[in-house]
């Protein structure tokens, strides 16, 4: 407990020095929530520190009446104001806020928004301001994340990725419909495809495998394809599509559909509906992750009280090995738009949560209140977990990367069955989990421009060849019209790129 007094003895302090600070200015300055600009509230009001206004991506809840809010403020200070972008057309919005000079001092962003104002000049670079007052910052953070916050080397932003590299994809099985036929977990391709052959058999009412769109990663694992780029022989990137054993992959596919082992509805099925089926009982296997195994759980048990899910890994390829794309990635990145005057006070502020005490109280709560740790092991205090720090993690400016990839675990723990699952895919991830050497790769005009309708023409024509309106012997001319329809634009950009990396 003695961590939590020492918050409060700060915001008693914090308190004590705005009452008297307003005391002496005899009542003539601005009252809180107002200002001589009308948008800054008066330093005296909270001790000398100006209040800041932070725009953030939207959440189904108003951050400003969090619990966590209330915490910030007293831990450090500072008085915030939280705006968040619409849900649609975000990026709209955020580029009519900054044309405009509205002002904000913090901007949280997706890296893609970054990249954008970076570009546009609508930042302010904080290299310096991080070297004078980052010290806790320059602390929790990797020298290699820092990188992504640079444009033209120079420091834009403060970088934040995900809570720690882990593995999210799996393929979600029926474990009492194997169990009951007989069944062990395949492991080859072989394995996997005599499975679900056992099942149509046995089971003729029940589809073996449902799912949707190209990609099925445990399948592709056995062609060697784990992640959505890789190395060739020569050391030049190619994606997945550009690479001879997807070809091999669509003709396994393919087989699977003309056989009856893949939902009937596969070219037409959207994530929700393949869901519904396995859900319903209907089907034996489902392509997802972690996240969806939590989320159709419950509704899953209600319909099928007996059934029981289990997790397939990575099927081995010919030669024995395995894998699939870890989850490794920058997901905001934390910047100051021009028009703030408050620069300075942005990163004291930011710095302030990124101290070790801060950190976690900010994001964990009490220890014994809301939390427990033993043996490095973080457990929430459940209800009082989510009450207080059910939204912790909209507030991060940045995260103690060594630190958090632990404490974040806490946040899995308060659903069992969110957490067996992500358990139960990442006890091997040192055995799985692959690297795509794209994965913090900046934003680039002609991929940008180019990938969606590239996914989208890739999409297309597998759902063909699964229906037999293309043959798979044609997929050498359908390779031609994707590298004239942009894709040999994005090669060309991205092999650039790559070799920057090497230098």
Not at 174 to 196: A, C, H, K, N, S
Not at 365 to 392: D, L
């Amino acid at each position: 407990m003695w961590g939590r007094h020492k918050w409060m003895k700060a915001g008693m302090i914090a308190t004590a020095a705005a009452l008297l600070l307003t005391a002496c200015s005899g009542g003539s300055g601005p009252a809180a929530g107002e200002s001589g600009a009308g948008a800054t509230e008066s330093a005296s009001a909270t001790g000398g520190k100006p209040s800041l206004k932070v725009l953030a991506f939207n959440v189904g809840f108003d951050p400003n009446a969090e619990p966590v809010a209330k915490d910030i403020e007293e831990t450090t200070g500072y008085k915030i104001s939280y705006t968040l972008l619409p849900k649609d057309n975000p990026e709209e919005k955020l580029n009519i806020e900054i044309a405009s000079g509205a002002n904000y001092d913090i901007l949280s962003l997706t890296p893609t928004q970054f990249h954008t104002l970076v570009a546009q000049g609508a930042l302010q670079p904080i290299g310096e301001l991080v070297d004078k007052h980052g010290a806790n910052m320059k602390e929790a953070i990797s020298e290699a994340s820092w990188e992504l916050g640079k444009y033209n080397g120079e420091l834009y932003g403060i970088p934040q990725k995900n809570e720690r590299p882990n593995i999210e994809q799996t393929m979600i099985v029926r474990q009492d419909v194997m169990d009951e036929l007989g069944l062990e977990m395949p492991e080859t391709l072989d394995e996997f495809y005599e499975t679900l052959l056992a099942i149509k058999q046995k089971k003729p009412d029940m589809i073996p495998l449902t799912g949707a769109g190209m990609n099925v990663p445990m399948v592709l694992s056995a062609f060697g394809l784990y992640t959505g780029w890789a190395e060739d022989e020569s050391g030049q990137l190619l994606p997945r599509i550009k690479r001879p054993e997807m070809k091999e992959y669509m003709t396994f596919m393919k087989k699977l559909f003309d056989e009856g082992l893949l939902d009937k509805d596969w070219p037409i099925n959207k994530s929700a509906q393949s869901q519904e089926k396995f859900v319903g009982g209907k089907a034996a296997m489902i392509s997802g992750d972690w996240n969806m195994a939590s989320g159709i759980h419950d509704a899953f048990k209600t319909n099928v009280p007996e059934g029981r899910m289990g997790y397939m890994p990575p099927l081995k390829g010919p030669d024995g090995s395995s894998g699939v794309e870890m989850a490794d990635k920058l997901l905001y990145v934390h910047a100051i738009p021009k028009s703030s005057k408050n620069a300075e006070d942005a990163i004291k502020f930011m710095n302030l949560k990124l101290e070790k005490n801060n950190f976690t109280f900010l994001t964990l709560g009490e220890e014994g209140v809301t939390f427990t740790e033993e043996n490095g092991v973080y457990s929430p205090i459940m209800p009082t977990f989510t009450e207080q720090r059910g939204s912790a993690y909209f507030f991060l400016n940045g995260i103690r990367e060594v630190e958090y990839a632990d404490m974040w675990l806490a946040r899995l723990r308060r659903t069992p069955t969110l957490f067996e699952a992500f358990n139960e895919l990442n006890k091997d991830f040192d055995t799985y989990a692959k690297r795509n050497p794209i994965a913090f790769m900046p934003p680039i005009e002609a991929v940008g421009k180019n990938l969606p309708s590239l996914t989208q023409r890739e999409n297309d024509y597998f759902l063909q060849v699964l229906l037999s309106g293309e043959k798979i012997e044609e997929f050498d001319k359908f390779l031609s019209g994707w590298e004239s329809a942009g894709g040999g634009e994005v090669l060309k950009a991205v092999n650039e790129w790559y070799v920057t990396t090497k230098k």
